[in-house]
């Protein structure tokens, strides 16, 4: 069975997805792919025009299907933890429940565009479970909240659309809105998860991922890690110090060795 990509990408973070794309294309199994599906929360037109001009040509030697959800919004760059930020990351969550509505989208991994991918990562796709999250080498204390989140939401599997976890989807977009509401302290869609994980723990069959496997964060382990995780520490210098500072604090791996899929 083919599985499918989910993204959510705005102008802004074009230049992250670029790295994103070219390093999933050139080290991945594309065969195994059905479609990448962009969450567009601000793309201009002639991204999406670029989008499938690149990825989705007939002519092109990647030939992937690109298929856009439309949200209706239009997000530019925002301040960490802005009003605006918080909101268009609700749409995640939001757009997932939606897009596992139609069965040809399942399975389906919704990832965060600031990664890059090294190896192929598709045989840790296992039907056997409803969902599979990812599971932090270190886990993370949210004190605010009492809560110790094992998980981090940069990577997630959804296989199957049933009741339950059609259910967890909405009580984790529910938990996020309440957070929102409380004017608890960001970020809100990682430890949301991390409760509801937690919840339907005994109802859903879930499997847990390694983070230094498929969102290793910062530091590249060799023979290990599959995709890299170039997350934020939260400083903003604008689109273009956002995007040196993510790659800049990726270690034990080369800046020339990530910018070379800019290309």
Known sequence: MKYNLLIMLNDP???????FLNSFIKNSDTSK????IINNIGLSNINKKLLKEKYSNTDSKTNINIEFYETNKKFGFSKMHSAEWLESLTYKTKSLLEIIKKENNLPIIMIDTDMLVLKDFSHFINSDYD???CKREFESARNDIQLSMKYIASFLII?????KVVDFLKDWIA??????????KPAYETPSMCKMIEKYRNVLKIDELNEINISCDKKYV???TYIIHMK???KEEGEHG???NRVNNVKNFSKKEILKYLD
């Open 131 to 133: 969902i599979q999250v």
């Open 242 to 244: 956002n995007f040196e």
């Open 222 to 224: 060799e023979n290990e």
């Open 33 to 36: 792919v059905n479609k990448i």
């Open 175 to 184: 938990e996020i809105e309440s957070m929102i509401q409380q004017k608890l």
């Open 232 to 234: 934020s520490v939260g």
């Open 13 to 19: 973070y074009f230049k992250l997805a670029t790295l």
């Open 159 to 163: 296989n199957k659309k049933n009741e």
